[in-house]
């Protein structure tokens, strides 16, 4: 079958969407076909050679969305080589704790269907982008400062490594 990868994502403010978008070019630059897309709009995996999953944090948890789909197609995915990346703003203090805790939050994925990687990233916070109560979790509990800390030169550098493990990693 001819290379084909999804590159699948859940956001909530639209920031790990161009994460999304930045590790499609990457992978396409690469030579194969790629289509990004967000987890939402997706009933199916039917013409995919690969699979790229990545979601946003909320309150120490990926996205439902994002975890429904790996469950609702484990059976396909697990045929697949299956890669996952994290966009979160834990990781603004990049250590091996945080990056330990971020790790973690992959684990109800990895006990679905085991991927050939995992990226981790620093996300981004704009408050004008949150809801009224988000906005009062971050700003007055959380006190997440603003900030785009996403580091898109480790962002491309994943997606180039990641490549020929899609393309042949099978399972
Ligand atoms: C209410 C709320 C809770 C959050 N909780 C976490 C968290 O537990 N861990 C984390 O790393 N980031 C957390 N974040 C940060 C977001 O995951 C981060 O800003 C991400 O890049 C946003 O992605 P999006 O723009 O695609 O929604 C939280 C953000 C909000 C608004």
């Known amino acids: 079958m001819k290379a084909k990868i999804l590159v699948a994502y859940g956001t909530r403010a639209g920031s790990t969407a161009e994460v999304a978008d930045a590790i499609g070019k990457k992978l396409a630059q690469g030579g194969v076909a790629v289509d990004v897309k967000p987890v939402k709009s997706l009933n199916n995996l039917n013409g995919y050679s690969a699979v790229v999953l990545g979601s946003a944090v909320r309150a120490g948890k990926i996205l439902p969305e994002v975890t429904d789909f790996v469950k609702a197609h484990k059976e396909e995915l697990r045929k697949l080589p299956v890669a996952y990346f994290v966009a979160g703003m834990t990781l603004r203090e990049d250590t091996p ?8 939050y992959l684990d109800p994925l990895r006990a679905e269907v085991a991927p050939v ?43 180039e490594k990641l490549l020929p493990k899609l393309v042949d990693g099978k399972k």
């Open 97 to 104: 704790e945080k990056r330990k805790i971020v790790d973690a």
């Open 117 to 159: 990687d995992a990226g981790l990233f620093a996300g981004k916070m704009d408050y004008s982008k949150l809801g009224f109560f988000e906005k009062i979790i971050i700003k007055n509990m959380i006190k997440t400062p603003e900030g785009d800390l996403r580091n898109w030169p480790e962002i491309n550098n994943w997606a």
